[in-house]
């Protein structure tokens, strides 16, 4: 028999959150909201642990809003009641406009502001100085801001949300979250959101939560195989762009999707590749401006885009540093990141791509963590979604730490299946447009392509903080997935020539409509 579900509307929440939340036509709680705000509302502290996708964000949003409206019935005197740490600035955004959508009947009186995105510092002081009652924020944002005198919590802050709180420590943030602390007062409520309890987040859970409730709520952090479907194939190098091709070229993978690479130039190396077949399709990388990043992200929500090229938030450059085995030894390591990449930019982690229904590992991740932040970009919420791994030889031990960590040990059946294509059948796109198009794609265009686009993005984010803030219908003109390199596109290409659609056999065909039917 079905378990009776709480609904929103038992939970005692203000009409106006209710409201707020009809409007987002969220019919009922997902499980950790279920679970959490009723005991966030009894004042408990809590430590939650849920996949990501799980509604975790209004988790504790909505116990923040409920509370500050309580308390304003008594205390009028404007101040900042909740402070919410994220690791990324995109995450920052995206907390922000989750707890706007959930405060549109409220937002006088429950004001949020994300301080994490803006460069300057001086230029986030008049918004600090209205006191707004929700601030988000990257730790060093806020550390900064104490510094600076611009914020000051020790006499009003009553909520702390640390938000995926294991990624603060793989960006390096330990240090000035705990100096943070120093600044909070002695009692507040604390909630503590995690992808994985390491013993990072265990040394965390002693410093800021008192006689926490945890919350375990799923065993697996990703989707069941009847919400997420999980695909491996063997391929390597040179087919993985024939497979690339035949996939998109032929509309065998069908909706949005996100195309993981290992590192940036082989963001542009496929970006320019599918150019040539006028296949159009968004990088998205830490060397992006934030505004750049924001925007694309928006506007794949929106339905601008099909596919997004992107690389993991921990360049990958290096995989070994990244293997479960070797990550103990990588961590001291991990906070010294290159030069020019934006240590708080995240992609596969924690940023909600709305509607994504595919997950490409072009190249497979370098660590267990990594793919399951990755794939967990599908599959949000209630929504199917599949993920398919192109798995090179050197890639296949990483495949077998992936599998035994979904599994639990190596015996039981793979979790990713195998994808059911024969390579063979798609051998005349290979001679006849593939390795074409990737003699194209040469070192250098690749470079100048990478160098264009951080110009072109640069002046777009000048353009998006400014003009686009009075004009805001003009932001939709703005796109992100213009070709970089024209000349080497070849028209000819641009459709795939008729001979070698003809299903000459009748196994081709069958592999059609079975690649048709996984990614439908
Ligand atoms: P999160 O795990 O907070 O990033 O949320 C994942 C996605 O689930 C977001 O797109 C939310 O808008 C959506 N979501 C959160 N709670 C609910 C709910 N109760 N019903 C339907 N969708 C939800």
């Given at each position: ?196 309890l390491n013993d990072d987040v265990q040394a965390l859970k002693e410093l800021v ?312």
């Open positions: 028999m079905e378990e009776e579900r709480l609904h929103f509307h038992e939970m005692g929440l203000d009409d106006r959150v209710l409201k707020a939340l009809a409007d987002l036509g969220w019919s009922q709680p997902t499980l950790i909201q279920e679970k959490a705000i009723p005991l966030a509302l009894e004042g408990k502290d809590l430590l939650a642990r849920a996949r990501t996708g799980s509604g975790k964000t209004a988790a504790y949003a909505i116990p923040l809003i409920q509370r500050i409206l309580m308390s304003k019935q008594t205390v009028r005197e404007q101040a900042v009641r909740a402070l919410v740490l994220v690791p990324t600035k995109e995450l920052g955004q995206q907390v922000q406009s989750m707890i706007r959508q959930l405060t549109a009947y409220c937002s006088r009186d429950v004001r949020v502001a994300d301080i994490s995105g803006k460069a300057d510092i001086s230029a986030q002081k008049p918004i600090l100085m209205e006191k707004p009652d929700i601030v988000v924020s990257t730790p060093s944002r806020v550390q900064a801001h104490i510094n600076g005198q611009n914020l000051q919590l020790q006499s009003s802050l009553e909520m702390l949300v640390i938000d995926e709180a294991d990624l603060l420590f793989s960006f390096g943030f330990e240090a000035d979250l705990k100096s943070l602390l120093c600044h909070l007062p002695k009692i507040y409520q604390a909630f503590l959101m995690s992808a994985t939560l008192h006689n926490p409730v945890m919350l375990k709520l799923q065993g697996s952090q990703l989707p069941d195989s009847s919400q997420l479907q999980q695909y491996s194939v063997r391929c390597e190098e040179e087919d993985k762009f024939l497979l690339i091709y035949t996939l998109l070229k032929l509309g065998l993978v069908q909706g949005k999707s996100l195309l993981f690479v290992r590192d940036v130039d082989r963001c542009y190396r496929l970006k320019l590749f599918l150019e040539q077949f006028s296949i159009p399709a968004c990088v998205l990388n830490s060397e992006l401006p934030i505004h750049s990043r924001c925007h694309i992200i928006t506007q794949f929500n929106q339905g601008f885009y099909n596919y997004i090229i992107a690389t993991d938030e921990q360049g990958l450059e290096n995989p070994a540093r990244c293997s479960q085995k070797t990550q103990e030894k990588g961590k001291k390591k991990k906070n010294s990141r290159k030069k020019g990449k934006d240590k708080e930019y995240g992609v596969s982690r924690g940023i909600d791509f709305h509607n994504v229904c595919n997950v490409i590992n072009f190249d497979f991740p370098a660590s267990v963590e990594s793919y399951i932040h990755r794939v967990g970009r599908t599959a949000r919420a209630d929504n199917p979604g599949s993920a398919l791994s192109f798995i090179s030889h050197t890639e296949l031990p990483m495949l077998m730490e992936v599998e035994n960590a979904l599994t639990g040990d190596s015996t039981h059946d793979s979790v990713l299946k195998p994808y059911g294509f024969k390579m063979e059948e798609i051998e005349g796109f290979r001679y006849r447009a593939v390795r074409d198009a990737m003699r194209s794609v040469t070192k250098q265009a690749v470079k100048e392509a990478r160098l264009k686009e951080i110009k072109q993005e640069l002046l777009n984010s000048e353009k998006l903080k400014t003009y686009f803030e009075d004009n805001p219908r003009d932001l939709q003109l703005l796109r992100h997935d213009k070709d970089l390199h024209p000349a080497v596109i070849k028209p000819h290409l641009k459709n795939v020539p008729d001979y070698l659609m003809v299903a000459s056999n009748f196994k081709w065909k069958e592999d059609l409509f079975y690649l048709c039917y996984l990614f439908i």
